[in-house]
Each structure stands twice: as structure tokens, then as C-alpha cells.
């Protein structure tokens, strides 16, 4: 591993962190969050109920936001005491989190492998056909990539009722209660979206590839047009997938927010959403666990993907 | 008319007058448009009560209807201009602040650049929604007594513009980096050009034509997160939660939001407890939302494939050079691709 590239994936990941430190506590800043929260627990136990007289401005507190820096990493090391506030109570954080944090990521990492898989083998399977036909497949696909995930998510919802009413097939509890997690169709879902991101994607580098020199050179060697694309224009056209592979991630967690939503799974982003204004801590908490893997996934693939350039560059 | 006039471009020509047939409708509609007394009651030719509003989609509501009656199509052209306005103005505004802090950024040593890059960085790891929602959420929803009406609309605006800037300025000082490497700007400067008037003639006028693309793309941006925010319960344009009922063995209160404009995510928000049972009162204006979008994606598309219509054009008539003509175009379309990503 080359020193340059540790040092530049240390210096990533310690702005990163303090990046999620200040954004999480920065309704500090804007709102008189103390005496909010007062309040709040008052309206909430029932020791106020006129809250007409009450008035308050957006402020710029920086005294306040420093002090929630502060209490925020006391927060964050302060191992297992850690609670959250709802509706009147203190709350112990875990396990409530941590479960709405593994159902969520094993959907989410479920959906990332599928997607990928599944949009290499449709680009291959694009890439086969004649250029023409091609057109009219990205024309279709450039319409379901506009449809904003919220309309997707929604439709095949009602696809599952329908499908239920029709056959009486139940394909998936389409809102989940307790103990039962449906496993496949969320998945499904999930990975509908992203598909369609890293399918067209995909094609792009494909058919760039495809006008490169090295191919017209292998074609002039009389290489077989399958082994070209699987072999040669396959690897390169998957090194700027994962180049990209960021973009894809923030995609499929913007579509995990709308599925927990829309199908009222616990997930960790239904959890933010349901306690997180309130809870600047669990966010900032939240936003790290979510971090930390994604970007030893980012580093590593970044990592393989140098090394084997610079192997190829050697090899030449 | 020249041949590569965006009035020749096809997808372009739908996705604008799309959107502006929406909006003129929907001024002319607030304008001039008839209140009928909705009717709760859907009757056969004899005066039997054949339906109870809401009435689901038909010839007569095409889009179904809300619990009062009234059809759907109406009340979502009545909102369009608030929603589609709205995200205009967040987008313009947004171009306007990450230009000039993008330009900020450029003249920036590189040092602290890479420090706010990193910075950046954060947002890349949670969905803009949520972050958009943590900021709005304590005005709109969860100290909702405390701020004034004004509070609660300006607010949300400036969170909306604010979120992205971080990452637009980027690009855009990236881009500017990127011009600023052309061998012109090398003999601008020796020809004794420097700082703000390099920019201004050199570098600006080759930034302009993105920034037009960059806001039309954020046009659609902020509708998406509009459609994510009404999921979430915010109304862009102001909340208002009313305590609907009580329940005396808990004390738990049931609220409700309500929005007094139809405004589209106002429409999701407010229908959203009854998508179970009446799945076209959110579909409807999801289904707003996905044309919109659509259509502003139609816009981008006729821009950036803007030289492509025109070679087919040219390609009808000189069939020979075409595999030539069609590779130039799928590098054009894979440059433009990557270089948005972000």
C-alpha cells in the first residue's frame, strides 16, 4: 500500500467525520434547541397546554452549537448509555437503533449487490444487440430513470395489493409488523432503481469502450466479438462503475428512505426521521454508523482499483 | 432557422411547453376558473347515489377525487404554480449563491479548497432529504408553536438553497479550474489580464452555458426533494399541524397537516394516512411530481444532445458517413454524463 494513498484516505476520513459532527449538531445554531427541548417536554407531559404566548426566532447561537459539538463527542464515547428522547421520555438508544440499523443495512447492502449484478448482466445483454435496437432500449430506459424513486416505490406497492387481490398471492406484508420481515420483495424494490442507475451507467463506459483503439485492434486480430466484451472492454468499463460507485450508494439510500417510508419499515432512516430533530445526537450517531462501513467499502474498492492500475501500467 | 436552434430539438420543445402549459393553466385556472360546490355524492341518471366521495378515477375524474369530491386534475393544475414556482426560485437562487461561491472557492489557495471538499464529503453519506429535513423539521413541525408564518415559509427556502451549495460550488469551481487550464487564458494573462477581469471575460462566458444546464437539471433537484418532503410531512409554504383528537387513556393527541393551496407536496402530506385505501389521492400527485420531473429531464436531455440532433439530421442525407457521425456522439454523451456526476 502506497503511503500517498493512506495518507490521503486518513486525511478523507478525518474532515468527513468532522464534516458529520458539524452538520449533525447544526440545528444548534439555528434554533434555541435548550430551551425548545423544555418545552417540548412539558407540551409532551402535560404541564403545558397553552403554548399561544410562546415566540421564537431563528437565532445564530454559536455558543450554543459549540457547546453541542462538546457534548455531542462526550455523547458518542459514552458506550452504552446512551438514550433518546420521544414523546416525553428518555428512551434507551439501544437495541432500538441497532436494529432498525441491521434491517436497514441488510436491505441496503441485499439491494447494492443484486442492482449490480443485475445491471452488469442487462448491460451485457444490451451490448449484444445491434446499435440500433440499443437506441430504442436507452429511450425506454431513459424515461423509467426519470421517474422519481417516491413514484417507483409507491407504484409497486400497489403492484403487491393488486397482485393480492387478483390471485390472493401475498408476495409481501406490505407493512411489516413485528417478527415478520418480508426479505425478497423489499430487496427487489430497493434494487429496481439503482439498477437502472448502474445499467446506464454502465452503457455509457461500455459503448465508450467500445470506439477505443484496443478494441478495433482486437477486432483486427479476428478476436471473437463476445470474448472482447466480456474480456477486455468488460474489466475497464467496471473500473469507472466503481469510480462512480459513491453516486450509486447515496442513490440507493435516498431510495431506503423512501421504501421505509412508503412500506413503514423501523429503519434506521425511519428512525432518524421519527426521532431525529429532536435527538441532534442520535442523528450524528446514526450518520457515523452509516458512514464508517460505507467508507471502508469506498477506500478498499479505491484501493484495488490503483493497485490494478498500477499493475497494468507495469505490465506494459 | 438555424439547424441546431433549440426550437428544432424535440425533447426540449415537450419538456418546455409542458411545463409551461402547466403553469399558464394554472394561473388561468385560479384566475377565471369556476368554483363549483364540490359534491360529496356521485348519482346515476335516476338520482341514486351510486358513489361516495372520494371518488375513485373515471371519465369525469380522471385522477380520482379528495374526500370532498373535488377532482384531482383540478386541484393539481390549481397547485402547479406554487410547487413548479417555487422549485424555480430555489433552483435560481441556488445557481446564483453556488456561482459566486464557487468562484470564492477557485480563488481559494488549493490547501483550503481540498479542506472544504472534504467537508463536503459528508453529504455524500445520507440521503440531501434528510438533511434538508433535520433543519426544516423544528420550525414546521416540532416547535411548530413558536416561529411566525413568515418563519415557517422563508426558512425552508433558504435550507433548501443552502444544502446544495456546498456541492454545486464545487463543480462549478472545478469547472472553472478546469477552463482556467486552456492555453487562451495563459496569453490573456501575459497580455496583462488578471484576477476578476479574467474571470469576467474569459472564464464566464464558458461557464454560462452549464450554468443554464446545471439549473434546469436542479429545477428537477428540488422537485424530487418537494416529493420527499411531502412524504416526510413538511409542506413547502408553511405547515399547519391542528390537533385533530385526543385519546383520553393516553393523552396522546392525533395532529393533522393541512395545506390551503394544493400545493403538490402539501397533497402527498395530507393524503398520505390514506394511501392504503384510496391509493389515487397520493398517486395523483406523485404522478404530478414523475411528469414534471420528466419533463425537465426531457429539457436536459434536448441541451445536452443538442449537436447530436443535428448531425441525424445530416446523417438522413449523407447515410456514408454515419458510424463515423454515431461514435462522436456517444463520446459526446459519455463526456457530459460524467462530468455530472456529483
Known amino acids: 500500500m502506497s503511503k500517498s494513498f493512506v495518507r490521503r484516505s486518513a486525511a478523507q476520513f478525518l474532515l468527513t467525520s468532522l464534516g458529520i459532527l458539524l452538520i449533525g449538531s447544526l440545528p444548534y445554531l439555528f434554533f434555541n434547541m435548550k430551551s425548545q427541548l423544555e418545552i417540548l417536554e412539558m407540551i409532551d407531559q402535560k404541564n403545558l397546554s397553552n403554548t399561544l404566548f410562546l415566540y421564537d426566532t431563528i437565532v445564530f447561537n454559536v455558543n450554543a452549537y459549540v457547546h453541542q459539538l462538546i457534548h455531542t463527542i462526550e455523547y458518542l464515547f459514552n458506550g452504552n448509555m446512551l438514550e433518546y428522547y420521544a414523546r416525553g421520555r428518555n428512551l434507551p438508544l439501544f437495541p432500538t437503533l441497532w436494529d432498525a440499523y441491521s434491517l436497514s443495512m441488510s436491505y441496503l447492502v441485499a439491494s447494492l449487490i443484486v442492482s449490480v449484478g443485475a445491471g452488469i448482466i442487462l448491460t451485457i445483454m444490451t451490448m449484444v444487440l445491434p446499435k440500433q435496437t440499443r437506441a430504442y432500449i436507452k429511450g425506454l430506459f431513459f424515461i423509467v430513470e426519470s421517474l422519481p424513486d417516491i413514484f417507483v416505490i409507491l407504484l409497486a406497492q400497489l403492484g403487491v395489493i393488486w397482485i393480492y387481490k387478483q390471485t390472493d398471492l401475498l408476495l409481501f406484508n406490505v407493512t411489516s409488523g413485528f417478527n415478520d420481515q418480508a426479505i425478497f420483495l423489499p430487496i427487489f424494490i430497493l434494487s429496481l432503481l439503482p439498477s437502472v442507475y448502474i445499467y446506464k451507467y454502465l452503457l455509457l463506459s461500455f459503448e465508450e469502450e467500445e470506439n477505443q483503439l484496443y478494441v478495433e485492434l482486437a477486432k483486427g486480430k479476428g478476436i471473437n466479438r463476445y470474448r472482447i466484451l466480456m474480456d477486455h472492454m468488460f474489466r475497464n468499463a467496471m473500473v469507472s462503475l466503481f469510480n462512480h460507485f459513491k453516486g450509486v450508494f447515496l442513490f440507493a439510500l435516498a431510495n431506503l428512505l423512501m421504501l421505509e417510508l412508503i412500506f413503514e419499515m423501523n429503519g434506521v432512516m425511519k428512525f432518524i426521521y421519527k426521532y431525529g430533530a429532536v435527538n441532534t445526537e442520535m442523528v450524528t450517531l446514526s450518520l457515523y454508523m452509516i458512514f464508517l462501513p460505507a467508507f471502508v467499502l469506498f477506500t478498499s474498492i479505491e484501493w484495488f482499483i490503483e493497485r490494478w492500475t498500477a499493475r497494468q501500467v507495469g505490465a506494459r | ?342
Open chain 2, 1 to 342: 432557422m438555424r439547424k441546431d436552434s433549440l426550437l428544432r430539438n424535440v425533447p426540449f420543445v415537450l419538456g418546455v411547453s409542458f411545463l409551461l402549459l402547466l403553469l399558464i393553466s394554472s394561473y388561468l385556472y385560479s384566475l377565471y376558473g369556476a368554483q363549483v360546490q364540490p359534491d360529496k355524492m356521485l348519482y346515476d341518471k335516476n338520482g341514486n347515489v351510486v358513489a361516495l366521495a372520494p371518488f375513485a378515477p373515471s371519465l369525469e375524474f380522471p385522477l380520482g377525487s379528495d374526500l370532498d369530491g373535488n377532482s384531482f386534475v383540478f386541484k393539481l393544475i390549481e397547485g402547479a404554480k406554487y410547487t413548479i414556482g417555487l422549485a424555480i426560485a430555489v433552483a435560481f437562487f441556488r445557481i446564483i449563491f453556488s456561482f459566486l461561491f464557487g468562484y470564492f472557492l477557485f480563488r481559494l489557495p488549493s490547501s483550503l479548497r481540498n479542506v472544504f471538499s472534504g467537508l463536503a464529503n459528508t453529504l455524500h453519506y445520507a440521503p440531501v432529504t434528510i438533511f434538508t429535513y433535520l433543519l426544516i423539521a423544528p420550525v414546521v413541525l416540532n416547535f411548530s408553536w413558536s416561529y411566525d408564518v413568515s418563519t415557517k415559509i422563508i426558512f425552508p427556502m433558504l435550507v433548501l438553497t443552502g444544502i446544495s451549495i456546498p456541492v454545486l460550488a464545487l463543480y462549478i469551481q472545478n469547472e472553472l479550474e478546469a477552463i482556467s487550464k486552456k492555453e487562451y487564458i495563459d496569453s490573456a494573462k501575459i497580455l496583462g489580464g488578471s484576477g476578476f477581469y479574467l474571470f469576467r471575460k474569459h472564464l464566464a462566458p464558458f461557464l454560462y452555458p452549464k450554468l443554464w444546464l446545471l439549473f434546469v437539471q436542479q429545477v428537477g433537484q428540488v422537485l424530487i426533494i418537494f416529493a420527499h418532503l411531502g412524504l416526510l410531512n413538511v409542506f413547502i409554504g408553511g405547515t399547519d399541524v391542528r390537533v385533530m383528537d385526543v385519546d383520553m387513556k393516553t393523552g396522546e393527541t392525533t395532529t393533522q397537516s393541512f395545506s390551503m393551496t394544493n400545493e403538490w407536496a402539501g397533497l402527498i402530506a395530507q393524503n398520505f394516512p390514506y394511501a392504503q385505501s384510496f391509493p389515487w389521492m397520493v398517486l395523483a400527485p406523485v404522478t404530478a411530481f414523475a411528469l414534471s420531473i420528466l419533463a425537465i429531464n426531457s429539457i436536459v436531455y434536448g441541451i445536452e444532445n443538442r449537436k447530436t440532433f443535428k448531425k441525424r439530421a445530416v446523417k438522413t442525407s449523407m447515410p456514408a458517413k454515419a458510424v463515423i457521425l454515431e461514435q462522436e456522439h456517444f463520446k459526446l454523451n459519455g463526456s457530459s454524463h460524467s462530468s455530472n456526476q456529483g
